[in-house]
């Protein structure tokens, strides 16, 4: 889990942001399935119990402007559908 926000009525959010470890083997040159498919599992587990699970490419944040456009998009929209106010 890279980032967890504890949010106002016990809401938990989990924000992941993945590069090619997480579902590649060779240093990112070999596709592996059993990788990502613990990668979804462990999703699963953490859904199960009650955390809302959010995951980001590397190469949607790798690029400081692209990731600022992102999450200004993206954080505003999980707030409204979490009923946070900021």
């Known amino acids: 889990m ?3 926000l504890l949010l106002p009525h016990g809401q938990r959010v989990v924000l ?3 590069g090619s470890q997480h579902y590649t083997r060779d240093r990112g040159r ?3 399935t059993s990788k990502y498919a613990g990668m979804v599992a462990a999703d699963r587990e953490l859904k199960l119990r009650a955390y809302e ?3 980001f490419g590397h190469d ?3 690029l400081f402007d692209d ?3 992102l999450l200004r998009q993206f954080l505003p929209d999980m707030f409204r559908h979490f009923r946070v106010s900021t």
Do not use: Y
Request: hydrophobic share 45%.
């Open 53 to 55: 699970v959010f995951r």
């Open 16 to 18: 992941e942001i993945d």
């Open 30 to 32: 070999t596709p592996d």
């Open 2 to 4: 890279d980032f967890l």
């Open 67 to 69: 990731a600022q456009a």
């Open 60 to 62: 949607e944040l790798r």
